[in-house]
């Protein structure tokens, strides 16, 4: 992800210092000045840093997610096979990524309709892996459990931010405040 991530801000400034649109007066040698210039100052090397601890430190908080509802409906899955199950998604998920950058060169609709595609496969493959691995007879605890931690961390979450960014969540207004309406 982070790969992709530091790809794609490389594929930005190539193109937004091109011969097409406000640099078309700058001579090629100039525009290579602009675009090694601006290649610089990108901090590339800390962004790729950057989104690399992040996408372990949530493939690891996905992963530890799963492990606590495998233990509430009382599976004997280990956190190393939810692991496994995240990093293969990941995988799906790059792949998609990669190909999303290559189709929005082409037609940059193409591109986000292959993301959302690869966003949901990608979903739908963990879920039903994780379903699979599970060993529960009945599917109602497992319903119950997910959805009793998902609305755990969905509180969780609403607390957090609204501590961060010191709103109240007293009144529609405030939300809304929050969206920009």
Sequence with gaps: MALISTIS??????????????????????LSEMRWDAIKNAELFTGFLKTAVI?????ALIALVLFIIAKIVKSPKEYASNLSMINNTAIIYAVGSVL????SLIYAPLGL???????VYASFTLINAFRDTLEVE????????????????IVILAIVLS????????????????LNF
């Design 9 to 30: 801000s490389v594929i930005s400034i190539c193109t937004k210092y091109s011969k097409k649109g406000w640099y078309s007066y700058y001579s090629s040698s100039e």
């Design 55 to 59: 996408s372990a430190i949530v493939i």
């Design 100 to 103: 999303k950058l290559i189709l």
């Design 113 to 119: 309709l292959v993301w959302y595609a690869v966003t």
């Design 138 to 153: 009945s599917t109602d605890t497992l319903v119950l459990a997910t959805t009793g931690v998902f609305s755990a961390i």
């Design 163 to 178: 501590s961060i960014l010191k709103v109240s969540f007293g009144d529609i207004t405030d939300i809304l405040s929050l």
